[in-house]
C-alpha cells in the first residue's frame, strides 16, 4: 500500500497540508530535499547559545486568526515585536522611515515643517507606498519623496533584485511604506510573536502523526516525473494517479521545458560575536553597493526570549542572481516579479491544467511573496478544499 497523498517539500505549505489531511485519516508521504523540515523557516540552537535562522531571519506577525489558531495546536508563544533601523548618512534610523526618522534627519524646523505637511495631507497613522509618495503634486513632499527613495529604497531595491524600483512589482516596495506615525515597529499586525521552543520544534509537533511519513535528503524529482503531452504522472516508475501536492519550483517540475524562471538567492556570511553588536535585531543599509555590498545585518539574539549575555550570532546578508548550477546563490529564495516573469510563471502553470492530480501550493510553487502567516492561511484554505471535493 502506498501513500494517498505525495506532498513535496517539508515548509508550511507542505506541513500545514500534510497535518490537516493527516487529520482527516489520509496517509500521506512528505519528500523533502534537505536534511531538516521547517523549510525557509527553519531554525536552530547554535554553539553560541543563539537561536539561529538558517534562512534568514522570520518573525510571525499576522491578523489571520485561523492562521493563529491552526499554529497554537503546535506551540506555545512569547511576545515579540521586530524593530529595523536604517544607516542613513551615517545615522540609525527607523525603518519604515516615520516621523521619527524625519526628526532624526532634518534639522528641527524644516522636520516639523515636513511631518506637518504629511499629517495635513495623509492624515496620522496612515501609510504610503513610496512610488505612491512620489507621484505627489506638492513640491515639498516631492522633495521629501525623493529624498527617501535616494537614501531608502533606490540602492537597497537594486542590491537586494538586481532591478530598479521602478522594474519591480510595485507591491515589493509597498511592503515598507512610509508611515505617518511615530510607531517604530517593522509591523502593525495585532498578532506578533514568536513560537516558543523556535519554528523547527513547532514543524516537529505539526508533523508528530502517525498518518505522516517525512522523507528527508530526498530529491523528490529523482522520483516524480510528468508527461504534460500525455497526461502521465508517475512516482517511481509506475503510473501514479492520486494527489500529489507541491511547493517546489514550478520550472523544475516540468524540467525546465520553458527555461529557467527568475529567482533571487542570498548568501548569509555568519559570524561569531561578544556581547551586542547593534540595538535592534536588524539594520539595513540602503546605502549603494560600493559602499555596502549587503543589504542587511542580523542579530539573531534580539529575537529570542531569553537571549545569551556573553555571546552572539551576527549574519550578514549579500543577495545574489539565482543560478541551480553555481556554487553560490543557488537556494530559490524569493521569486522576482517583473511583468515578463509572471508571464513565464504562467505559462508552467498552463502547461499543468490538464493532469488533475498535481497541485501547485506555497511560495515557489505559487510564485508569490507569501509571508508565513499567509501562506498558513493559504494551505489551510487549499486543504479543506481538497477534502471537500474527496
Ligand atoms: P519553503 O519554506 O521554501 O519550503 C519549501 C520546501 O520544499 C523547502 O524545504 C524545499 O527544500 C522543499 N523542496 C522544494 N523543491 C523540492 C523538491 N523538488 N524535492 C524535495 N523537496 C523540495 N515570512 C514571515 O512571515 N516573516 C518573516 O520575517 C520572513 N522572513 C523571511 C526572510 C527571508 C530571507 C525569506 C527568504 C523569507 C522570509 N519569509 C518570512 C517568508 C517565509 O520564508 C515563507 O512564507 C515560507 O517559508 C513559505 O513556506 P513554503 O512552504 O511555501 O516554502
Ligand atoms: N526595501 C528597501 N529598503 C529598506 C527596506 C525594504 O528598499 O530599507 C524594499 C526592498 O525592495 C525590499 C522590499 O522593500 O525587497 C521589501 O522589504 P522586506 O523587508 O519586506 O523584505 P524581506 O524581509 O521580504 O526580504
Redesign the pocket.
Known amino acids: 500500500m502506498g501513500p494517498d497523498v505525495i506532498v513535496?517539500?517539508?515548509?508550511?505549505?507542505?506541513c500545514v497540508t500534510a497535518r490537516i489531511l493527516a487529520d482527516a485519516g489520509a496517509q500521506v508521504l512528505i519528500?523533502?530535499?534537505?536534511n531538516h523540515i521547517?523549510?525557509?523557516?527553519y531554525d536552530w540552537l547554535d554553539e553560541n547559545g543563539v537561536m539561529r535562522h538558517e534562512?534568514?531571519?522570520?518573525?510571525?506577525?499576522t491578523n489571520s486568526e485561523k492562521a493563529i489558531d491552526f499554529l497554537s495546536r503546535f506551540t506555545e508563544w512569547y511576545d515579540y515585536e521586530?524593530k529595523v533601523l536604517g544607516y542613513i548618512e551615517g545615522k540609525l534610523v527607523p525603518i519604515p522611515f516615520n516621523l521619527h526618522s524625519i526628526e532624526m534627519l532634518f534639522p528641527k524646523e524644516k522636520a516639523e515643517h515636513l511631518k506637518e505637511v504629511l499629517i495635513n495631507v495623509y492624515g496620522m497613522g496612515n501609510k504610503i507606498p513610496i512610488l505612491e509618495l512620489r507621484k505627489s503634486d506638492d513640491p515639498m513632499i516631492q522633495e521629501l519623496a525623493e529624498y527617501i527613495f535616494e537614501h531608502v529604497f533606490k540602492y537597497y531595491t537594486m542590491k537586494q533584485w538586481g532591478y530598479t524600483a521602478e522594474e519591480i512589482d510595485p507591491a515589493v516596495t509597498g511592503r515598507v511604506p512610509v508611515s505617518i506615525s511615530y510607531d517604530d515597529r517593522y509591523f502593525q499586525d495585532r498578532f506578533q510573536k514568536m513560537p516558543k521552543g523556535g519554528f523547527t520544534k513547532l514543524f516537529e509537533n505539526m508533523l508528530e502523526h502517525e498518518n505522516i511519513m517525512v522523507q528527508l535528503e530526498?530529491?523528490?524529482?529523482n522520483h516524480i516525473h510528468i508527461n504534460t503531452d500525455t497526461g502521465l504522472v508517475q512516482y517511481k516508475g509506475a503510473r501514479f494517479t492520486k494527489p500529489i501536492i507541491y511547493?517546489?519550483?514550478v520550472d523544475?517540475?516540468l524540467d525546465y521545458v520553458n527555461g529557467d524562471l527568475p529567482y533571487r538567492s542570498?548568501e548569509f556570511n555568519v559570524r561569531t560575536e561578544y556581547g551586542e553588536v547593534q540595538p535592534v535585531t536588524t539594520v539595513n543599509y540602503p546605502t549603494p553597493a560600493n559602499e555596502h555590498l549587503y543589504t542587511r545585518i542580523t542579530e539573531y539574539k534580539h529575537m529570542m526570549e531569553n537571549p545569551p549575555q556573553e555571546r552572539s550570532t551576527v549574519a550578514v546578508?549579500l543577495p545574489y542572481a539565482y543560478d541551480r548550477n553555481a556554487a553560490k546563490g543557488n537556494v530559490p529564495?524569493?521569486p522576482v516579479f517583473t511583468d515578463e516573469s509572471k508571464k513565464s510563471y504562467q505559462a508552467y502553470v498552463d502547461l499543468l491544467k490538464d493532469i488533475p492530480n498535481v497541485y501547485l501550493?506555497?511560495?515557489?510553487?505559487e510564485y508569490k511573496y507569501?509571508?508565513?502567516?499567509?501562506?498558513v492561511e493559504a494551505a489551510i484554505n487549499f486543504s479543506y478544499q481538497f477534502l471537500e471535493k474527496k
Do not use: S
Not at 55 to 61: D, L, N, Q, R, V
Open positions: 513535496v517539500g517539508a515548509g508550511f505549505a507542505g519528500l523533502e530535499r534537505r521547517g523549510g525557509n523557516a534562512y534568514g531571519p522570520h518573525i510571525f506577525h521586530h530526498t530529491e523528490a524529482m511547493t517546489g519550483l523544475q517540475l542570498l546578508e529564495y524569493y501550493l506555497g511560495r515557489l510553487a507569501y509571508n508565513m502567516d499567509a501562506i
